[in-house]
């Protein structure tokens, strides 16, 4: 069996500051959360350093939701793959930037945001 490194989807696409995620996490609701890169398996977040310690890998994020009139709008159920700064006794860092990896994705949503991830690939080659 591959683990998720072996299957991460290398389509993945850089995004502008237009694109962000809202999702619910052990009872904080977060809203307008930067992603930098998507692809059809999941996305690339920056948070708060402050918040740092609630985003633990493994940790669910409940309806998350792609932020953007483009992509498809059905809630996700996703888990943070990896996170990147913010450990204990590291210097302080502004943001956090947290790996996402989506466990559950409507058919629909999947399929929408394949065919999306597939037109920004040529479009960015081209």
């Known amino acids: 069996m591959s683990t998720y490194a072996d299957r991460r989807d290398t389509?993945?696409?850089?995004?502008g500051p237009e694109f962000s995620i809202?999702?619910?996490?052990?009872?904080?609701?977060?809203?307008?959360v930067r992603i930098t890169n998507l692809s059809p398996g999941g996305c690339f977040a920056?948070?708060?350093?402050?918040?740092?310690?609630?985003?633990?890998?493994g940790a669910v994020l409940e309806n998350l939701v792609l932020s953007h009139p483009e992509l498809p709008k059905a809630p996700i159920i996703a888990a943070v793959s990896y996170v990147l700064g913010g450990r204990p006794g590291a210097d302080p860092m502004e943001m956090v930037g947290i790996g996402i990896q989506f466990l559950g994705?409507?058919?629909?949503?999947?399929?929408?945001?394949?065919v999306w991830v597939d037109a920004a690939t040529i479009s960015q080659q081209g």
């Open 105 to 114: 994705v409507d058919d629909g949503a999947q399929e929408a945001l394949n």
């Open 22 to 32: 809202a999702f619910l996490l052990k009872g904080h609701v977060y809203q307008d």
């Open 46 to 57: 920056l948070v708060g350093a402050r918040d740092a310690r609630l985003f633990e890998r």
């Open 11 to 15: 389509r993945r696409i850089i995004v």
